[in-house]
């Protein structure tokens, strides 16, 4: 108790629970990584790549009809770089965002999920993943 009276509580939060990824180095050896995950208690994969030096990841799949991104060619990004693409529709996707750039889907988003780098190794760390 203080000495106003007022009982002070300290909550303590559960740590979020971190699953490897990979290495830094092995991502940025790569174009990109996939990475068999449950999402949600749904079987899916992630993708894993760096974009202008920043690491990013996704559930990997169009909002469009659920495809992986990569399902028709082993790339994620279109010809210029720039974008993510669906190597089945073509819509392309912000890769910094997620967010669909396409007519059909615009404005729709990539589910990202959370990654955390300690000691140059990356991890997910998304509440509703695991491996």
Do not use: W
């Not at 939060?13 to 490897?20: A, L, V, W």
């Not at 749904?42 to 799949?61: C, K, P, W």
């Not at 890769?95 to 396409?102: A, F, H, L, V």
């Amino acid at each position: 108790m203080t000495n106003s009276g007022t009982l002070t509580v300290k909550v303590v939060m559960p740590k979020r629970q971190r699953y490897p990824v990979c290495s830094r180095r092995e991502l940025d050896e790569a174009r990109f990584l996939i990475r068999a995950i449950e999402f949600k208690k749904q079987q899916t994969s992630a993708i894993i790549f760096a974009f202008d030096g920043v690491v990013y990841a996704y559930v990997n799949h169009c909002m469009h009809m659920k495809r992986p991104l990569n399902c028709e060619q082993d790339a994620i990004f279109d010809e210029t770089g720039q974008y993510l693409r669906c190597s089945m529709h073509g819509f392309i996707f912000d890769p910094t965002t997620g967010e669909c750039q396409s007519p059909v889907c615009l404005g729709q988003r990539l589910q990202s999920l959370r990654l955390e780098e300690i000691d140059g190794i990356l991890y997910f760390a998304e509440k509703h993943l695991t491996l």
